[in-house]
């Protein structure tokens, strides 16, 4: 199958849309040898290569062929926040003018990068920012792999981990996203190890049965956020046609064909879904699967009406479900002061650039 750019990215984002086996498909096409492939993807992918001039181990022919044919640009920093806590908030514009949000969350010796693998999202989630104004296009590979090197490069150190939980669907953007997370995973590329890479969905079961059937060990997050289906789809219209038992099987499913532990995502609204009803049902959802709650106080979102649980009743919570012998963790807030915490990001421009 080609992996050649497809007619859903724009022409300037040129071989940012091209994952490894595209980049294969390109050398193959343009009459080279096989490890030109390699040296390429190391150029562009591992290095962050800022022209086609600085591959000095390709002829100059290909490179000038390649630039003649394939633009390679890089997203400009439009603007950065830095957080009281050290985490980093980018605005990022990309080749078209589309924008994205990208965050750089450092701890201890770890660098973890949250990126977006569409710009804006169709999900329309009720108690998330970044819905507000709908999708305006999938990413590419490249374009999901430079925002890994904007982070490393203004922290001035490595990537350790990455998460697709950013702006946009991943599983709705499936291959480019797969594409990506092997190219941050390879050691041509960014050489993150597969474990230390994580795909966040709002739960499309296709998309987590497609997962499970491929050969990395990328690790599933999915959030949840309601074990009662009314609720959940008043709170996540775009998942709204996915029975909470479907989703269920395919966790099942995804434990059994991988042996891995799926994350289960749980945003606590005060009122909303933290009443005992609500902490009954996500016990039930969750007794006997082989998973892990993150339970996660809901991030002030401007319109939403939405307010966080108690302190009191978040740990509460966290004790019944550690009773019932489910594994249970509260996440740390994280950039909430510059609206980079989760749920948060809207690509807003209104705060001045350092």
């Known amino acids: 199958m080609s992996t050649l750019p497809s007619p859903a990215l724009p022409d300037a984002i040129g071989i940012k849309a091209l994952d490894a086996n595209g980049v294969a498909s390109l050398v193959a096409e343009l009459g080279e040898p096989g490890f030109r492939a390699k040296q390429l993807v190391q150029w562009v992918y591992g290095r962050g290569a800022a022209s086609y001039a600085e591959m000095t181990n390709l002829p100059s022919g290909l490179r000038d062929r390649l630039a003649g044919r394939f633009a390679l640009a890089a997203p400009s920093v439009v603007v950065r926040q830095v957080s009281a806590d050290g985490t980093r908030k980018y605005l990022l514009k990309l080749a078209d003018g589309a924008t994205i949000e990208t965050v750089g969350l450092p701890k201890d010796d770890r660098l973890t990068v949250c990126f977006s693998t569409q710009a804006g999202c169709a999900m329309g989630c009720s108690f998330c920012a970044t819905g507000e104004s709908g999708l305006t296009r999938n990413l590419g590979p490249g374009e999901m792999v430079d925002q890994l090197h904007v982070v490393a490069r203004d922290f001035g150190q490595r990537v350790t981990n990455a998460v697709a939980m950013g702006q946009g669907e991943p599983f709705a953007n499936y291959e480019p ?5 092997r190219l941050m995973n390879s050691p041509d590329g960014m050489g993150i190890g597969a474990r230390h890479l994580t795909v966040s969905t709002c739960g499309l079961t296709s998309g987590i049965r497609r997962l499970s059937t ?22 996540m219209p775009g998942v709204k046609g996915v029975p909470l038992g479907e989703l269920r099987q395919a966790l099942v499913d995804y434990a059994n064909a991988t042996g891995r532990r799926p994350s289960i995502e749980y945003a606590l609204i005060g009122g909303v879904n933290d009443t005992p009803a609500e902490i009954d049902a996500l016990v039930v959802f969750c ?4 998973i892990h709650v993150n339970l996660i106080p809901i991030n002030p979102v401007e319109g939403t009406g939405y307010g966080r649980s108690a302190t009191g009743d978040i740990a509460a919570i966290e004790r019944h479900l550690t009773a019932e012998h489910i594994e249970v963790s509260v996440r740390s807030e994280r950039g909430a002061d510059i609206d980079a915490a989760c749920g948060q990001l809207r690509q807003r421009s209104t705060a001045a650039p350092e």
Not at 177 to 181: E, I, K, N, Q, V
Not at 287 to 290: E, I, T, V
């Open 177 to 181: 996203t797969l594409g990506a997370l």
């Open 214 to 235: 491929e050969p990395e060990q990328f690790t599933l997050a999915v959030s949840l956020h309601s074990a009662v289906q009314t609720t959940r789809d008043r709170l």
């Open 287 to 290: 007794r006997g699967l082989l």
